[in-house]
C-alpha cells in the first residue's frame, strides 16, 4: 500500500518532536563539566542541574494527556515546539544559575510531553500495516538528535575555549524553530476528531491519510467508543495487564543504563582511562550506532515484530554489560577496549528497547484511555530516567563505582529478558482498536 502525501508529512513532522527530544536529552553531556565551573556547583548542586530537565520531563508525560485530549495532539505539537525554543535560548543566554533550572525544567517539560504526544499522534494517523515503521521514525528522530548533539558538542569543544556550553545549548533554538512552523501543516489526528464529535471531518482526515478502508476504520473507532458512554479511568482492574506490560517495559528501558551512557557518556570513557578529547569523540560514535541500528530494527519491526527485537537485543545487552562491567573493574584491562562493549550494548539497545518502547507503548491502550496510558508510561521511563540520572554520578564516584552501576544493569537485563519470553505480547499488524 502507498503511503499518502499527508501521512507521510504528519509523520515526518511530529517525529521531529523526537530529534529535539534526543538532542536536548544528549547535549547535556558536553555541557554538564562547564555548568559545573561556571556556576561554581558542588556535588549535590551538580547532579539537580543535570537531572531538572529530567525533572520537567517527569511531569510534562503526567499532565501531557490533558492538552492532547482538550486540545488536540496538533496543537500540543506546537506548544511543545515553543517550550524546546525558549528553553534552548533561555539556556544560552542567561548567567543566573535558578533562571538556567528553569530554562532547563521548560525543555524537560517539552521532552516529557513530546515523548507522549509525538508517538501518539503518529499511531493515530498510521495504517497498522505500517504503524511499526512510522511511529519507528519517532525512535530514529530521538538518535539522530543524539547524535546531532554528540557531533556539535565535540566540535563545540574543539572550537570555543570560553563557556562553549552555552553555545551546545543554544544551538537546539534552529530545529525547535523548524519544528514549530512545519507543525501548523500537519493534519489534526482522525481519531481525536472522532472522539470529539467531529465524525464527518475525522472521516474525511482518514481518506486524505491514504486509508483504503475510511468508512470501515471509522466504524471500529466509534464502535469501541460506544462501548462505554461513561468517562474512563485508567487505572482500574480491566486495564491491570497493559498497565503491567508498559510498566515493566519502561522500567526494564531505563535500568538497562541507556540515559546513563548518554548523559555521561564522555565521563564514562575517561573513566577508563581514556583522554577527554578522545572521550568526546567516542562519545559521538555511540550516537552513530545508536542511529545505524534504530534504521536497522525499523526496517524488521513490522517484518518480524516486536518479540524477536527484543529477545535479541536483550541477550546483547547482557552479553555487552557483562563485558562493560568487567573493563571497568579492571581498567588497566579496559583501557582502550571500553569502548567495544558499549557500542554492542548501545547496538542491541537500539535495536530492541530503543525502537519498540514508543511504538509499544503506544499501541498497547484502547482508544479510550490511550492518551493516559501513554502518559503513565512515559510518566514511569522518566521516573526511572531521573532518579539513574541523579544517582549515576554518586555511585561512580566511590571506588570501582562504575563496574557497580553496569552490574546493576547487566541483572536488570537478565530479568528483562525473562520478561519478554514470559509476558510481552506481539502487537505487530493488530489495529489500535483489538484488545492486546
Avoid at 502525501?5 to 555541557?31: M, N, P, Q, R
Avoid at 539522530?144 to 562553549?164: E, H, R, T
Avoid at 541483572?411 to 482498536?433: D, R, Y
Wanted: aromatic share 16%.
Amino acid at each position: 500500500m502507498g503511503l499518502s502525501k499527508k501521512l507521510l508529512t504528519g509523520a515526518i513532522v511530529s517525529s521531529l518532536g523526537g530529534l529535539l527530544f534526543g538532542f536536548d536529552t544528549a547535549v547535556i553531556s558536553g555541557a554538564e563539566q562547564g555548568l559545573k565551573e561556571f556556576f561554581n556547583l558542588n556535588a549535590i548542586s551538580h547532579g539537580f542541574t543535570n537531572s531538572i530537565a529530567l525533572i520537567g520531563t517527569i511531569i510534562g508525560a503526567i499532565f501531557a494527556f490533558i492538552p492532547a485530549q482538550y486540545w488536540g495532539r496538533k496543537k500540543s505539537l506546537l506548544i511543545i515546539g515553543a517550550f524546546f525554543g525558549l528553553s534552548a535560548l533561555g539556556c544560552a543566554f542567561t548567567s543566573s544559575w535558578e533562571l538556567f533550572l528553569f530554562y532547563r525544567f521548560l525543555g524537560g517539560l517539552g521532552v516529557g510531553a513530546s515523548s507522549v504526544i509525538a508517538p501518539m499522534y503518529i499511531s493515530e494517523i498510521s495504517p497498522s500495516s505500517h504503524r511499526g515503521r512510522l511511529v519507528g521514525l519517532f525512535q530514529f528522530s530521538i538518535v539522530f538528535g543524539i547524535l546531532l548533539a554528540f557531533i556539535s558538542n565535540y566540535f563545540l569543544k574543539i572550537q570555543i575555549s570560553v563557556d562553549a556550553w552555552r553555545w551546545m545549548l543554544g544551538v537546539e533554538a534552529v530545529p525547535a524553530l523548524f519544528f514549530f512552523i512545519l507543525t501548523f501543516f500537519i493534519p489534526k489526528s482522525p481519531r481525536w476528531l472522532i472522539i470529539k464529535g467531529s465524525g464527518e471531518e475525522g472521516l474525511k482526515t482518514l481518506r486524505e491519510l491514504g486509508d483504503l478502508k475510511a468508512n470501515e476504520t471509522f466504524e471500529k473507532i466509534k464502535g469501541s467508543l460506544n462501548k462505554d458512554k461513561v468517562k474512563e479511568s485508567l487505572f482500574q482492574k480491566k486495564y491491570f495487564k497493559p498497565i503491567l506490560l508498559v510498566f515493566l517495559m519502561a522500567t526494564f528501558n531505563q535500568f538497562s543504563g541507556i540515559n546513563a551512557i548518554m548523559y555521561y557518556a564522555p565521563r564514562i570513557f575517561e573513566m577508563s582511562g581514556i583522554a577527554e578529547d578522545s572521550a568526546f569523540l567516542q562519545a559521538a560514535s555511540v550516537g552513530f550506532v545508536n542511529m545505524v541500528f534504530t534504521i536497522f530494527a525499523m526496517t524488521l519491526i513490522d517484518k518480524i515484530g516486536r518479540k524477536k527485537l527484543m529477545l535479541w537485543g536483550s541477550i546483547g545487552m547482557i552479553i555487552s554489560l557483562v563485558f562493560s562491567t568487567f573493563f571497568l573493574n579492571q581498567p588497566e584491562i579496559g583501557k582502550g577496549l571500553l569502548i567495544i562493549p558499549i557500542l554492542v550494548f548501545i547496538a542491541s539497545f537500539a535495536f530492541s528497547q530503543g525502537a519498540v518502547i514508543w511504538v509499544f507503548i503506544s499501541e498497547i491502550f484502547p482508544n479510550k484511555v490511550r492518551a493516559s496510558g501513554q502518559s503513565f508510561g512515559t510518566f514511569i521511563h522518566w521516573f526511572w530516567a531521573a532518579a539513574l540520572t541523579w544517582l549515576f554520578p554518586i555511585v561512580a564516584s566511590l571506588p570501582n563505582g562504575g563496574s557497580y552501576a553496569f552490574g546493576f544493569f547487566a541483572v536488570a537485563m537478565v530479568f528483562q529478558l525473562i520478561f519478554v519470553i514470559k509476558l510481552f505480547p506481539e502487537t505487530k499488524g493488530k489495529s489500535l482498536e483489538e484488545e492486546i
